[in-house]
C-alpha cells in the first residue's frame, strides 16, 4: 500500500522557522519527482516546491524563494521541507506529493499556521 | 506565470445528469516536447486531492470511465458523463508545461 506521512507541522510565530518532513513506503521513492502543496484554509491548492528524483534539480513557488529549502533522502525514502522567515501567509495545510507520468501520489497533508 | 481560469467556479447538478467544468490558460500548453502537461485533480471534502486525468485526456488508475478530459492548446475541458454521488468536491485543473499552477478550483453538488 502507497503511503505519504508528513509530519512537523504546528503553530510557530512570524519569522519563525518549522522542518516538515514526508515519509513514503509502497512505492519506487527514487522514481518519483516529489513536491510540496499547500491549501490555504478554506483555499484552493498552490504547488510549493519540487525536486528531482536524484535531488539535482528544485524548483520553488516565487513567494518561498529564498526562504523554503526542500530536500530529499532517498535512502531513508524522505522528503523534506525547511520553513525560514515563516509569514502569517504560509499558513496552510502542507501536502507531500509523489509522481511519474502515469502515477501521482498524496499523503493526508500537515497543518503549518504561523501567528503570533 | 502562467493563469489557470476556470469556469463555473459553482456547478450544481442533479445525479445521473452530465457536468462540464472549462479551464483556460493565459498561453499554450504545449511543451517542448510535444506533449501538454495538463492535469485534473479531485478534492472531496475533507480529504487530500486525487489526480484524474494527466496530459489532458489520460485517465489515472482507478479513475472511473465516466470522467474524460479534453482540449488543447490552451482550452481544456473536464466531462463527467453521469455525476454519482461521490463526485461532489472541488475539481482543479492544473498545467505542469511553466512550472504548475492550479485553476481557482470549480466546487461540484447535488442540486
Known amino acids: 500500500e502507497v503511503q505519504l506521512v508528513e509530519s512537523g507541522g504546528g503553530l510557530v510565530q512570524p519569522g519563525g522557522s518549522l522542518r516538515l518532513s514526508c515519509a513514503a513506503s509502497g512505492f519506487t521513492f527514487s522514481s518519483y519527482w516529489m513536491s510540496w502543496v499547500r491549501q490555504a484554509p478554506g483555499k484552493g491548492l498552490e504547488w510549493v516546491a519540487n525536486i528531482k528524483q536524484d535531488g539535482s534539480e528544485k524548483y520553488y513557488v516565487d513567494s518561498v524563494k529564498g526562504r523554503f529549502t526542500i530536500s530529499r533522502d532517498n535512502a531513508k525514502n524522505s522528503l523534506y521541507l525547511q520553513m525560514n522567515s515563516l509569514r502569517a501567509e504560509d499558513t496552510a495545510v502542507y501536502y507531500c506529493?509523489?509522481?511519474?507520468?502515469?502515477?501521482?501520489?498524496w499523503g493526508q497533508g500537515t497543518l503549518v499556521t504561523v501567528s503570533s | 506565470d502562467v493563469v489557470m481560469t476556470q469556469s463555473p467556479l459553482s456547478l450544481p447538478v442533479t445525479l445521473g445528469q452530465p457536468a462540464s467544468i472549462s479551464c483556460r490558460s493565459s498561453q499554450s500548453l504545449v511543451y517542448s516536447d510535444g506533449n501538454t502537461y495538463l492535469n485534473w485533480f479531485q478534492q472531496r471534502p475533507g480529504q487530500s486531492p486525487r489526480r484524474l486525468i494527466y496530459k489532458v485526456s489520460n485517465r489515472d488508475s482507478g479513475v472511473p470511465d465516466r470522467f474524460s478530459g479534453s482540449g488543447s492548446g490552451t482550452d481544456f475541458t473536464l466531462k463527467i458523463s453521469r455525476v454519482e454521488a461521490e463526485d461532489v468536491g472541488v475539481y482543479y485543473c492544473?498545467?505542469?508545461?511553466?512550472?504548475?499552477?492550479f485553476g481557482q478550483g470549480t466546487k461540484v453538488e447535488i442540486k
Open positions: 506529493a509523489g509522481s511519474t507520468v502515469t502515477r501521482d501520489y
Open positions: 492544473m498545467q505542469g508545461t511553466h512550472w504548475r499552477t
